[in-house]
C-alpha cells in the first residue's frame, strides 16, 4: 500500500513539475523562435542597407535556416524537459518517501494499537461467553448459584469496561496536541482529588498517604494530571502490603516542577523497568493480572499525558523494596 501511494504522489509530483516545465519551455520556445526572426532579419536589413539595394525579400535559404534554428531551439527544449522529467522522476520518489514515511509510521501505530487493543479485548470476552454458555446449558443450577455466577460475570463486565475506558484514554493521545487544554491550576488541588479517588483501596488496604507538597500553580491540563497521580497512586497501592504508607511529594529544580509517589511495596525488577511504559506491558502476568486486575496501560496513558505537557515521567525502583514515580512538568 506504501509503494503503490509512493508512486501514486511521485506521479502527482512529476505531472505537477511537468506542466510547469512544459509551459515555459513553451514559452521560451516562443521567444526564442521571434527573437531568432527578429535578428535574421535586421542582419538582413543592415546587409541590404550596406549593399544599397530595396528592402529584402526573404530568401530560400534564409528561412531554411530558420527552421533549422527553431527545429534545434525545439531539440534542445526536449532534451531538457527529458533531463528534467528524469530528475523530477527521481526526487520526487524520494520526497514521496520522506512524506509519506511519518504517516506510515502513524498508520503502523494505529493499525499495532487496533490489533493489541482486540487482542486483549478477544481473551475476556471468550471467557465470559462460554462462561455463561456453560452455565446456561446447566439444568440444575438454583436461583442462589445463578445470583453468585450473574455478579461473578458484572465483576469481569466491569473489568471488561475499564479496560475499554483505558484504550479510549489512551486513543484520544492519537489525535492532534491541540485537544490538551492547559489552564492555570494549584498542584495541591490535583494531588487531594487524585488522593480522593483512591481512598477507598487505600482504607481497604489500611495504607496511609502522606503528602508533603508546596503550593505551587502549574500550567496543566487538570483532569489529565490527576489521572496520572490517580494512575501513580493506584499502583502504589495496588503493588504494597497492607498496612504501609505512600508517600507523595514535590519539589522545585531548574524551571521544573518534580512530583514524586514513593511505595514500599513489590518493587520492579530490572528486567521489566525499560518497558513499563509501554503499552500492555505488565511486568509479571500471573501475579499482576490475577490479584490486581491491571492491563499494563495505566502507565502507558499516563506517559502520553504528560508528553503533552512536555514533561517527563520516571521511575527509579528497587526488587521487593519498592519504587519512586517522578513526574517533571516545566513550570512556564
Ligand atoms: P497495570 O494496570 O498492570 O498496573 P500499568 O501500566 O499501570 O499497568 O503498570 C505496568 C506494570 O508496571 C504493572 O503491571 C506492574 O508490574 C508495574 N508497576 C507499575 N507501578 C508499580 C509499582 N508502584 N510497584 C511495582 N510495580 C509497578
Avoid at 239 to 258: A, Q, R
Avoid at 276 to 288: K, L, P, Q, S, V
Wanted: glycine letters at 6%; one cysteine or more.
Amino acid at each position: 500500500m506504501f509503494t503503490k501511494a509512493r508512486l501514486k504522489l511521485t506521479g502527482w509530483y512529476l505531472l505537477i513539475i511537468m506542466c510547469i516545465s512544459i509551459t515555459f519551455s513553451g514559452v521560451i520556445y516562443h521567444m526564442l523562435s521571434r527573437e531568432v526572426a527578429r535578428f535574421e532579419q535586421l542582419q538582413r536589413f543592415r546587409i541590404e542597407r550596406r549593399l544599397g539595394k530595396s528592402p529584402p525579400v526573404p530568401s530560400l535559404e534564409n528561412s531554411e535556416l530558420l527552421e533549422e534554428t527553431n527545429k534545434r531551439i525545439l531539440l534542445m527544449l526536449i532534451f531538457v524537459n527529458a533531463g528534467i522529467l528524469v530528475m523530477a522522476g527521481g526526487f520526487g520518489y524520494i520526497l514521496a518517501g520522506r512524506t509519506l514515511t511519518p504517516i506510515k509510521a502513524m498508520v503502523d501505530e494505529q493499525n499495532q494499537f487496533i490489533s493489541d487493543a482486540s487482542h486483549e479485548l478477544r481473551t475476556p470476552i471468550t471467557s465470559l461467553k462460554s462462561n455463561l454458555e456453560v452455565n446456561l446449558r446447566d439444568k440444575n443450577l438454583s436461583l442462589s448459584q445463578a445470583k453468585i455466577l450473574i455478579t461473578q460475570n458484572i465483576e469481569d463486565v466491569n473489568k471488561l469496561q475499564s479496560l475499554t475506558d483505558g484504550l479510549l484514554r489512551l486513543a484520544q493521545f492519537h489525535q492532534p496536541k491541540s485537544i490538551m487544554v492547559l489552564k492555570k491550576v494549584f498542584i495541591t488541588e490535583i494531588v487531594d482529588e487524585a488522593i480522593n479517588k483512591v481512598s477507598s483501596l487505600a482504607k481497604m488496604k489500611q495504607i496511609e498517604l502522606k503528602k508533603k507538597i508546596a503550593n505551587i500553580e502549574i500550567s496543566a491540563n487538570k483532569s489529565g494530571l490527576i489521572d496520572v497521580v490517580v494512575i501513580l497512586l493506584d499502583n502504589a497501592l495496588k503493588y504494597s502490603p497492607n498496612k504501609n504508607e505512600i508517600l507523595i511529594t514535590s519539589s522545585i529544580k531548574d524551571g521544573y516542577l518534580d512530583l514524586s509517589v514513593k511505595d514500599f511495596g513489590s518493587g520492579i525488577e530490572k528486567k521489566d523497568l525499560p518497558h513499563i511504559f509501554d503499552r500492555f506491558y505488565r511486568a509479571d502476568t500471573a501475579r499482576t493480572n490475577s490479584k490486581t486486575g491491571g492491563y499494563g496501560l495505566g502507565l502507558s496513558i499516563a506517559k502520553k499525558i504528560i508528553d503533552a505537557h512536555h514533561g517527563t515521567i520516571n521511575v527509579v525502583s528497587k526488587y521487593k523494596e519498592g519504587s519512586t514515580f517522578t513526574v517533571r512538568l516545566p513550570l512556564k
